[in-house]
């Protein structure tokens, strides 16, 4: 509804005061991850949507960034979650076969 002067509109107050609010997956993930909500970066969740799907990764991918502020920051704390984990276990695999021939 539009009002010809802003004082005849009795929820005013509340339309400046609140903020928008989304229960959906994606934004709980998003909060969780202290992510700011934006349609570039929701879209960014939703399309690593089964990857984020652990909590596990997801904290890893908050610890491993610096600030998810951007879907290329996003794109790059993903991508160093697995290059962190393909090192690791290139790492556990010497070792075993270190381990191995003693």
């Given at each position: 509804?539009?009002?010809?002067k802003?004082?005849d509109d009795?929820l005013?107050?509340?339309e400046l005061?609140?903020?928008?609010?989304?229960?959906?997956?994606?934004a709980?993930?998003?909060?969780?991850?202290g992510?700011?909500?934006?349609?570039?970066?929701?879209?960014q969740?939703?399309?690593?949507?089964?990857?984020?799907?652990?909590?596990?990764?997801?904290?890893?991918v908050?610890?491993?960034?610096?600030?998810l502020?951007s879907?290329?920051k996003?794109?790059l704390?993903?991508?160093?979650y697995?290059?962190?984990?393909?090192?690791?276990?290139?790492?556990l695999?010497?070792?075993?076969?270190?381990?191995s021939?003693?």
């Open positions: 509804m539009n009002y010809e802003p004082e009795w005013i107050d509340v005061y609140s903020e928008e609010f989304r229960a959906d997956l994606i709980i993930w998003m909060d969780e991850m992510i700011p909500s934006s349609v570039a970066l929701r879209y969740v939703k399309k690593y949507r089964k990857f984020l799907n652990s909590k596990t990764r997801r904290d890893d908050v610890k491993l960034s610096d600030g502020d879907p290329m996003l794109q704390a993903v991508m160093v697995y290059i962190h984990i393909v090192r690791s276990q290139r790492s695999r010497r070792r075993n076969q270190i381990l021939t003693e």
